[in-house]
């Protein structure tokens, strides 16, 4: 049974014709809203990753659920769909189970609040947000597990519960819930931070209804969602063939030793309906790389890349909905059965992005981006002070290689999430036991290309403390592949070198390494792809970045261009380099993978000292994806 709105004056809202200045006076109220809720989250939370960085995602939502404004797409149809309460208002819902939401969020350290938005007794509108939490309890602080096999071992599930009802706070069942988590004050802070964004938007909304009416701004905002149907509707039939086209991309590892796992899509048009077809995609895993996606977030994945890439000045919502079906196989690692773990299913989630991106362009090469959407890389860290025994743990959110783009370079270590920031580095010596000793741009790993891809980063941590360690990250055996004659991206590595002189590989998905006061982790990110022929790219901005240490002289070699002892552009050696490098190479592909399979295990042997992921095993009784 879905869940029931309480209304006490539920009669229905009256439709008004909108002028287009009253539309735009809505639209920009609502996007300054968004933003507001952001701005009081940000400056009242206390944890890192929602403080500094940004780890959360808000949406204002029209009465029947449907997105107007936010960035990741509506989560009400997976809670308004599986809820079997009332909502009433001066209620305030929280839930962080992905499997009691259909996927709306991903994994258990999401904490969503979702506030029903009431005036004069009926439902206008919904406010909610989300942000991710350093840690809900769980067999690993961080409270993401490589190793775990089940949801169970993640941390605390949050069905769909009142954290207010009727304006009343449920003392008790926060202190449940907080007596399960290792950073109670963060997470107390933090959830209090996002109830109080929630508001704002609630605050802003009805202001709005205070200047036009309620009956206005409801015909205003489903005229929002109407006007992005309409474009949405015109960019599918004008870029979306009716023939089916299919890519697929790899995870590189579960963190158990075996992969890669493919993810496999198809794409066609009929009539003016839009498919995603995810069959091919491989079963789940057994560890924590499975994402639940939910489909209306994919379908805003969908529409975010098509607006971005056609029509930048559309506001994306969830007006186009109808026009994208998504279909996912059962049991796979997009849709992985109950109680299968997902708290490290940001890999899966970063390569949906480059399968999506290849999707789209294949028709039209000249819109292709290079791949480099293709992880968000974690560090967590944690341990006690020597001296007074007092606990620390961090989380945080390390950037790699933008992908090279039709319009210009990828950027070097920025965010897979674009509103995304790093944590300061001031504020992690401040308030950690760690130094950071080195913070660059790693030289020649972004793919070389007319546009090249980002560099990924280096950082070097320092160690004060004795604590542990755990990181998150892919892209270490597949390789982020160039398009249109790009060639690919560095892949990522982890080093810890001792105190005592020792060094080691890390894998890049692993829980719990033990680190002591002077030890050293050097964290590398992949770079991204690069996009068009690389013997078309400015020499002289070649020559520049060479200087600046975005590329060394061997790296410069790379585009055909030749230096002269000052560092400048020898014309007559690069056009004759350029010349011979284009005979060598032949025709240009569409897509350049690097090499193939066993050429690629033979090199993450030599690059990375780890040995190469085993085949994904499946369980032989599990039913076959569609």
């Known amino acids: 049974m879905p869940a029931r709105i309480v209304e006490t004056s539920p009669a229905p809202f009256a439709t008004v014709a909108i002028d287009p200045i009253t539309l735009d006076l809505v639209e920009n109220a609502l996007r300054n809203a968004r933003h507001e809720m952001d701005a009081t989250l940000f400056r009242t939370a206390m944890s890192p990753g929602i403080r500094e960085q940004g780890d959360a995602f808000p949406l204002i939502a029209n009465h029947e659920g449907k997105m107007i404004v936010g960035q990741f797409g509506s989560f009400l149809h997976g809670f308004l769909s599986a809820y079997e309460g009332t909502v009433e208002e001066g209620d305030v819902i929280w839930l962080a189970d992905p499997y009691s939401c259909e996927g709306a969020i991903s994994h258990l350290n999401d904490w969503l609040i979702i506030l029903p938005i009431y005036r004069d007794g009926r439902l206008i509108s919904w406010a909610l947000h989300f942000g991710h939490q350093t840690d809900v309890g769980g067999k690993v602080p961080g409270s993401l597990p490589t190793d775990a096999t089940s949801v169970f071992q993640e941390g605390i599930r949050i069905p769909p519960v009142k954290l207010y009802r009727q304006g009343v706070l449920n003392e008790d069942l926060l202190a449940l819930v907080l007596n399960n988590v290792r950073t109670a004050d963060w997470c107390r802070s933090d959830l209090n931070a996002i109830v109080a964004s929630c508001r704002i938007a609630g605050r802003r909304v009805n202001e709005l209804c205070d200047r036009f009416g309620v009956d206005t701004y409801v015909s205003a905002v489903n005229e929002l969602l109407d006007r992005n149907r309409r474009a949405m509707a015109q960019l599918i039939r004008t870029s979306i063939s009716e023939e089916k086209v299919s890519f697929e991309d790899y995870v590189c590892d579960d963190g158990r030793g075996f992969g890669p796992y493919k993810i496999k899509a198809t794409m066609?048009?009929?009539?003016?309906?839009?498919?995603?077809?995810?069959?091919?995609?491989?079963?789940?895993?057994?560890?924590?790389?499975?994402?639940?996606?939910?489909?209306?977030?994919?379908?805003?994945?969908?529409?975010?890349?098509?607006?971005?890439?056609?029509?930048?000045?559309?506001?994306?919502?969830?007006?186009?909905?109808?026009?994208?079906?998504?279909?996912?196989?059962?049991?796979?690692?997009?849709?992985?059965?109950?109680?299968?773990?997902?708290?490290?299913?940001?890999?899966?989630?970063?390569?949906?992005?480059?399968?999506?991106?290849?999707?789209?362009?294949?028709?039209?090469?000249?819109?292709?981006?290079?791949?480099?959407?293709?992880?968000?890389?974690?560090?967590?860290?944690?341990?006690?002070?020597?001296?007074?025994?007092?606990?620390?743990?961090?989380?945080?959110?390390?950037?790699?290689?933008?992908?090279?783009?039709?319009?210009?370079?990828?950027?070097?270590?920025?965010?897979?999430?674009?509103?995304?920031?790093?944590?300061?580095?001031?504020?992690?010596?401040?308030?950690?036991?760690?130094?950071?000793?080195?913070?660059?741009?790693?030289?020649?790993?972004?793919?070389?290309?007319?546009?090249?891809?980002?560099?990924?980063?280096?950082?070097?941590?320092?160690?004060?403390?004795?604590?542990?360690?755990?990181?998150?990250?892919?892209?270490?055996?597949?390789?982020?592949?160039?398009?249109?004659?790009?060639?690919?991206?560095?892949?990522?590595?982890?080093?810890?070198?001792?105190?005592?002189?020792?060094?080691?590989?890390?894998?890049?998905?692993?829980?719990?390494?033990?680190?002591?006061?002077?030890?050293?982790?050097?964290?590398?990110?992949?770079?991204?792809?690069?996009?068009?022929?690389?013997?078309?790219?400015?020499?002289?901005?070649?020559?520049?970045?060479?200087?600046?240490?975005?590329?060394?002289?061997?790296?410069?070699?790379?585009?055909?261009?030749?230096?002269?002892?000052?560092?400048?552009?020898?014309?007559?050696?690069?056009?004759?380099?350029?010349?011979?490098?284009?005979?060598?190479?032949?025709?240009l592909g569409v897509f350049d993978f690097g090499p193939d399979i066993p050429g690629l295990r033979e090199r993450c042997l030599a690059d990375t000292g780890l040995p190469p992921p085993q085949p994904p095993r499946f369980d032989a009784g599990a039913p076959a994806p569609e």
């Open 268 to 587: 066609w048009r009929e009539g003016e309906k839009v498919i995603l077809d995810w069959s091919g995609t491989d079963y789940q895993s057994e560890s924590s790389i499975n994402f639940y996606l939910n489909e209306n977030m994919l379908k805003m994945f969908f529409g975010i890349y098509m607006i971005m890439v056609f029509d930048p000045q559309i506001l994306f919502n969830d007006g186009f909905y109808d026009l994208v079906e998504v279909r996912i196989p059962d049991g796979t690692l997009l849709k992985p059965s109950f109680p299968a773990a997902l708290s490290c299913r940001t890999h899966a989630l970063g390569r949906i992005f480059d399968v999506l991106g290849a999707l789209l362009g294949q028709r039209t090469p000249e819109f292709l981006n290079a791949a480099g959407f293709s992880s968000s890389p974690h560090l967590m860290v944690s341990g006690r002070y020597r001296d007074d025994g007092r606990y620390y743990q961090l989380f945080q959110i390390g950037f790699g290689g933008i992908p090279g783009r039709p319009f210009g370079d990828g950027p070097d270590g920025h965010s897979l999430w674009p509103n995304f920031t790093n944590v300061p580095n001031e504020f992690l010596e401040a308030y950690f036991p760690l130094r950071i000793e080195r913070y660059e741009t790693i030289a020649d790993s972004g793919g070389p290309g007319k546009h090249r891809g980002g560099n990924g980063i280096r950082i070097a941590y320092r160690f004060l403390e004795p604590g542990r360690i755990a990181i998150h990250d892919d892209r270490w055996f597949t390789m982020p592949w160039g398009v249109n004659g790009g060639l690919p991206g560095q892949r990522s590595r982890k080093l810890l070198e001792r105190a005592d002189g020792t060094s080691e590989r890390l894998a890049s998905k692993c829980d719990d390494v033990e680190v002591l006061p002077g030890d050293l982790l050097v964290y590398e990110t992949w770079g991204g792809g690069g996009w068009g022929d690389p013997l078309e790219r400015d020499a002289e901005l070649v020559a520049l970045e060479v200087k600046r240490g975005l590329l060394t002289g061997e790296g410069a070699a790379r585009y055909g261009v030749v230096l002269t002892p000052s560092g400048g552009v020898d014309q007559r050696a690069t056009e004759q380099q350029r010349a011979a490098l284009a005979e060598e190479r032949g025709p």
